[in-house]
């Protein structure tokens, strides 16, 4: 059982930029760990993933260029640095982690333990 708890999200103007953190506790075995954000009436999309050895990054398209997601081992954290935000980035900001080993994973169902969230709001 893995558990994760999302920290960073806030209120902020359009170009500004945030950092999530994502903190890992119990038996900590996963191969990524991942962002996804779901914003209101959308389905909740894929944001970018990492792996556990920090080697392989995939991000969206539509964050690529302006989202970086980074891990501390040592710390069990991964994070989210969100830089030139746009308004259309408002959502509620998911952690997930996967065991899965055969390919990068980006959907949600690739994912098995999950954290409760943090909001992000961009204002224009």
């Known amino acids: 059982q893995v558990q994760l708890v999302e920290s960073g999200g806030g209120l902020v103007q359009a170009g500004d930029s945030l950092r999530l953190s994502c903190a890992a506790s119990g038996r900590t075995y996963y191969t990524y760990m991942g962002w996804f954000r779901q914003a209101p009436g959308k389905e909740r999309e894929f944001v970018a993933t990492i792996s556990w050895s920090g080697d392989i990054t995939e991000n969206a398209d539509s964050v690529k260029g302006r989202f970086t997601i980074s891990r501390d081992n040592a710390k069990n954290t991964v994070y989210l640095q969100m830089n030139s935000l746009k308004p259309e980035d408002t959502a509620v900001y998911y952690c997930?982690?996967?065991?899965?080993?055969?390919?990068?994973?980006?959907?949600?169902?690739?994912?098995?333990?999950w954290g409760q969230g943090t909001q992000v709001t961009v204002s224009s």
């Open positions: 997930a982690a996967s065991r899965d080993r055969t390919v990068v994973p980006t959907q949600r169902y690739q994912y098995i333990y």
